[in-house]
Structure formats: structure tokens, C-alpha cells
């Protein structure tokens, strides 16, 4: 409010500040926090995770949604975004295991739960890993996992395109904010 805020308005005004970044389970409470007090005027919305709960990670669309809805109803109210910022599988990737069912049961979910977080109002993604080797890494925390592109062969100038993708090709068409159908015409 006082400090980074005022002065990233002022040299980097392009630059999108989202608050909160972590787990769906609190984000309500932290959003209604930050959006109701003097900060408001420097956020430019809220960022979520596809996960809900420290150690939850059943992803099936519906977990986490009464916290996305009552974020919509939180960051609409101020004109704010919700933006999904990090989702993961681990261990390893299915290319590494050569599991093409593992590979395509991750699709399915992460296109579900990105599907869902849309429904219930998210402006849009951020692909946390969108490309790393074929054993699912680098990354910041050295645990191996899936990502949408794969560096094959291993950390390969190259990349393959894993399930994830083809998901997203899924979603696109026609998809534009505030364009919803009716539940009968999905």
C-alpha cells in the first residue's frame, strides 16, 4: 500500500500484480482482505492453484469450487481477474514411465479442472511448467513432473507435445471471457 505498490504503478504500469498465489482453500479470505483495505487500488487481481488443501491433489473439477466462486463474487465486486497460476502431476511424467494412459488420465484431469476454474468465473492460466525434459525437470524444487511440452530426448533443443496440449487445443475455440453457454448447449 505504501511502498512497492505506489512505486510499480508508477515506473511499470503495464506490470500485473496478483495477489495471493497459493491454494484455492484460502484465497476467498485473503482476496476479501487485501480487496477491501487502501492496497485494492495496486492489485490487479488474484492468482490461484489448482490444488485445494495442503495435500489434497484429487483433481476432479470440483474441488476448490465453492472457494473459485466465492472469489468470483469477491474479485468481480472490485472489477479484479482470477488467474490460475501452478498445476502439477508428480512424479515423473508418463513419457518417462511410457504410460500413455498415464499421460492421457493427467490430460483429462488438468483439462477438466482448467475447464471447471473457467466455469466458475477464472480470467484465463498460467502454465507453471511449460516445458521441461522428458523426466519432468528442471524446476525451482527439483522433484520430477508432467509438463505440456517435453524436452525429448532427454533436455533435447527439440520438444514433444504431451496430452496437456492437445486438452488445450480443446478448449479454445470459442472460448472468450464473459462468453458463457448454457449448461444444455455443453
Keep these: 500500500e505504501y511502498h512497492l505498490g505506489p512505486v510499480l504503478r508508477r515506473d511499470h504500469p503495464q506490470i500485473k500484480i496478483l495477489i495471493y498465489d497459493h491454494n484455492k482453500d484460502d484465497a476467498p479470505l485473503w482476496a476479501s482482505t487485501i480487496l477491501n483495505s487502501n492496497a485494492s487500488q495496486f492489485v490487479d487481481g488474484t492468482a490461484v492453484h489448482w490444488y485445494s488443501g495442503s495435500g489434497d ?17 469477491i474479485n468481480g465486486a472490485k472489477k479484479k481477474i482470477v488467474i490460475g497460476s501452478e498445476a502439477c502431476h508428480c512424479p515423473s511424467t508418463g513419457y518417462a514411465e511410457g504410460d500413455l494412459d498415464l499421460m492421457w488420465y493427467r490430460a483429462e484431469k488438468y483439462a477438466h479442472v482448467l475447464l471447471a476454474d473457467l466455469a466458475a468465473g477464472s480470467s484465463g492460466w498460467i502454465e507453471w511448467n511449460l516445458l521441461l525434459d522428458a523426466m519432468g525437470g528442471p524446476n525451482h524444487l527439483n522433484n520430477l513432473c508432467d509438463a505440456p511440452l517435453l524436452a525429448v530426448p532427454y533436455r533435447a533443443a527439440s520438444a514433444k507435445y504431451s496430452p496437456p496440449i492437445e ?10 471471457h464473459g462468453n458463457a453457454k448454457p449448461r444444455e448447449d455443453i
Design 167 to 176: 486438452s488445450w487445443e480443446h478448449s479454445k475455440p470459442g472460448t472468450v
Design 57 to 73: 491433489r484429487h483433481l476432479d473439477g470440483q474441488v476448490g469450487m465453492a472457494d473459485m466462486h466465492a472469489l468470483r463474487e
